[in-house]
């Protein structure tokens, strides 16, 4: 199985400035099948981002997507007040999906 | 609008079986894969299992594997989880997802329903 590893747990950032959360995967695994969702408290998640980097539909052009092999990179340029919420990468792999267990990025 | 609307999640004693349904609507149904996904309240998310279009692939995370049955029905639109042998450990919100691409293969989640809470608990 390949486990999936966020950094960092918590990010702690201002409105305005640069998000970098990070997806490190145990094993290299195909760029197509890694997404990210964002969820926010009380909500179910949302896609983001898949094939690494192609932003679903109505995503904002903030959030972009990067990476291969077994780093993958989301970075939201300018953080806005909406933003703050828990990012989870997922990757799709042998008839079988794993989660990252989640960054949340909190208002500083 | 894409929907999809979960129910008979409840409680439910350790060893006891329970039947989750959703219903989906504002897409064609029969065109694209589907899966369940749980959360504990608080903690991250697990795929729990997936079913193509025609039922045709189908699979199961290891931790559910032999317990639980996914299945699906195209004439009512509808997407089913049966639970067998259930433990502490299952307690979660079970969430009904739209597989985005359609066809016999699995690809990523969109979108998500709003989740049916299952405690197991004597």
Not at chain 1, 58 to 78: A, C, E, H, Y
Not at chain 2, 54 to 65: L, Q, R
Not at chain 2, 98 to 109: M, T
Request: proline residues 4%.
């Amino acid at each position: 199985e390949v486990v999936l590893t966020q950094s960092p747990g918590t990010l702690s950032l201002s409105p305005g400035e640069r998000a970098t959360l990070s997806c490190r995967a145990s094993q290299s695994i195909s760029g197509s099948y890694l997404t990210w969702y964002q969820q926010k408290p009380g909500q179910a998640p949302r896609l983001l981002i898949y094939g690494a980097s192609s932003r679903a539909t109505g995503i904002p052009d903030r959030f972009s997507g990067s990476g291969s092999g077994t780093d993958f990179t989301l970075t939201i340029s300018r953080l806005e007040p909406e933003d703050f919420a828990v990012y989870y990468c997922q990757q799709y792999g042998s008839s079988s999906y794993t989660f990252g267990q989640g960054t949340k990025l909190e208002i500083k | 609008e894409v929907q999809l609307v979960e129910s008979g999640g409840g409680l439910v004693q350790p060893g006891r079986s329970l039947r989750l349904s959703c219903a989906a609507s504002g897409f064609s149904f029969d065109d694209f894969a589907m899966h369940w996904v749980r959360q504990v309240p608080g903690k991250g998310l697990e795929w729990v299992s997936g079913i193509s279009w025609n039922s045709g692939n189908i699979a199961y995370a290891d931790s559910v594997k032999g317990r639980f049955t996914i299945s699906r029905d195209n004439a009512k639109n509808s997407l089913y989880l049966q639970m067998n042998s259930l433990r502490p450990e299952d307690t979660a919100l079970y969430y009904c997802v739209k597989d985005f691409q359609g066809g016999s293969h699995f690809s990523w989640f969109d979108p998500w329903g709003q989740g049916t809470l299952v405690t197991v608990s004597s």
